[in-house]
């Protein structure tokens, strides 16, 4: 499965953006897709993940009720619409395939995209 993400960008506090991963391969209904962020000098911090089927969604918690993913299994996109960001949310912004459904740690994943950079702005 080759990932690529998308849709990053400077992004005002309070607005909204919307980040897309788009995936190869015919096998993508079946990983669970992950969000992850990594803000310079920091470790890479998972922000979510969707399970399989899209049935279920886990966030941490400094995004939950402000970012939400989908995922278009038709269209092989998952996506993280981010509500309300705040200038904490500036980071670089991963996608990633897990075949264990709904993990948060990053070593479970086995497929990641390069990164889109997003920015908020105060």
């Known amino acids: 499965v080759q990932l690529q993400a998308s849709g990053g960008g400077l992004v005002q506090a309070g607005g909204s953006l919307r980040l897309s991963c788009a995936a190869s391969g015919r096998t993508f209904s079946s990983y669970a897709m992950g969000w992850f962020r990594q803000a310079p000098g920091e470790e890479r911090e998972f922000v979510g993940v969707?399970?399989?089927?899209?049935?279920?969604?886990h966030y941490v918690d400094s995004v939950k009720g402000r970012f939400t993913i989908s995922r278009d299994n038709a269209k092989n996109t998952v996506y993280l619409q981010m509500n309300s960001p705040i200038p904490e949310d500036t980071a670089v912004y991963y996608c990633?395939?897990?075949?264990?459904?709904?993990?948060?740690?990053?070593?479970?994943?086995?497929?990641w995209g390069q990164g889109t950079q997003v920015t908020v702005s105060s």
């Open positions: 990633a395939a897990s075949s264990l459904n709904g993990s948060s740690w990053p070593d479970y994943y086995d497929y």
């Open positions: 969707i399970t399989w089927s899209g049935g279920r969604t």
